[in-house]
């Protein structure tokens, strides 16, 4: 998971000079992961703020630290929509539009 990940990163390295949040997924139907968030939202959305979180003190020992997110032109087709980040509502559930969403998440937070 994450937090262990972050952890022993931590506890293995003096300093990050880079960090960059590449990783995603695009699942084209609405699941849950095992703590009931919706997996898009899970590891697009949440799995770059954790990773970004668990490391700034490592980031904050640099000289000139910088966090990449890469993104995609998916999110100009969507707006952020606030009231609905996990997807409950959208009908159908389009795994298209959903990465979308994500990734417009990514850069608003």
């Known amino acids: 998971d994450i937090h262990s990940f972050t952890r022993k990163f931590s506890e293995e390295n003096g300093k990050l000079d880079v960090l960059v949040n ?3 997924c695009m ?3 609405r699941e849950l992961t095992g703590d009931d968030l919706e ?3 899970a590891t697009n959305t949440l799995g770059t703020h954790i990773m970004t979180q668990g490391l700034v ?3 904050k020992k640099s000289s000139d630290p910088r966090v990449i ?3 995609s032109g998916g999110m100009l087709v969507q707006k952020l929509n606030v009231n609905d ?3 409950e509502k959208m009908s159908p559930f389009d795994g298209t539009m959903a990465y979308a969403q994500n990734k417009r998440q990514q850069i608003v937070m």
Do not use: E, H, M, P
Request: charge should be neutral; glycine fraction near 6%; aromatic fraction near 12%.
């Open 57 to 59: 003190d490592l980031l």
């Open 69 to 71: 997110i890469v993104s």
């Open 22 to 24: 590449n990783a995603g």
């Open 85 to 87: 980040l996990q997807f």
């Open 27 to 29: 699942v084209n139907t």
């Open 39 to 41: 997996k898009n939202f």
